[in-house]
């Protein structure tokens, strides 16, 4: 009789456990904030000097070259980090696309 009642309250207590799952599952949707964690790059510190980047194209009737320094610490940072943008909620790609693009340039 003692296992029957115990087999008893363990199905009571399982469906009571399943139900209140469900039933906050809805809950902890709604306290999710609409938020978007966007990628950024974090410069590495103590990387040696690398060469200038140069490009070299035609113009008129010659070619022509730019020279630009590059940080190795932000090329290195920019190497490792987070490429995507992390969403929690619902938010239209209207308003999370521009802080996206924004963030590989700042």
């Given at each position: 009789m003692a296992e029957r009642h115990d087999?008893?309250?363990a199905?009571?207590?399982g469906a009571m456990l399943?139900?209140?799952a469900a039933g906050t599952a809805g809950c902890v949707a709604?306290?999710?904030n609409n938020e978007v964690i966007y990628p950024g790059i974090t410069p590495v510190s103590g990387m040696p000097p690398i060469a200038d980047a140069v490009?070299?194209?035609p113009f008129q009737d010659g070619t022509a070259s730019i020279a630009a320094p590059v940080d190795s610490?932000?090329?290195a940072g920019a190497r490792?980090?987070?490429k995507s943008a992390h969403m929690y909620g619902e938010i239209p790609e209207e308003e999370w696309l521009p802080g996206y693009?924004?963030?590989s340039i700042s």
């Amino acid at each position: 009789m003692a296992e029957r009642h115990d087999r008893a309250l363990a199905v009571i207590a399982g469906a009571m456990l399943a139900l209140m799952a469900a039933g906050t599952a809805g809950c902890v949707a709604g306290l999710v904030n609409n938020e978007v964690i966007y990628p950024g790059i974090t410069p590495v510190s103590g990387m040696p000097p690398i060469a200038d980047a140069v490009f070299v194209f035609p113009f008129q009737d010659g070619t022509a070259s730019i020279a630009a320094p590059v940080d190795s610490g932000v090329l290195a940072g920019a190497r490792q980090a987070e490429k995507s943008a992390h969403m929690y909620g619902e938010i239209p790609e209207e308003e999370w696309l521009p802080g996206y693009y924004l963030s590989s340039i700042s």
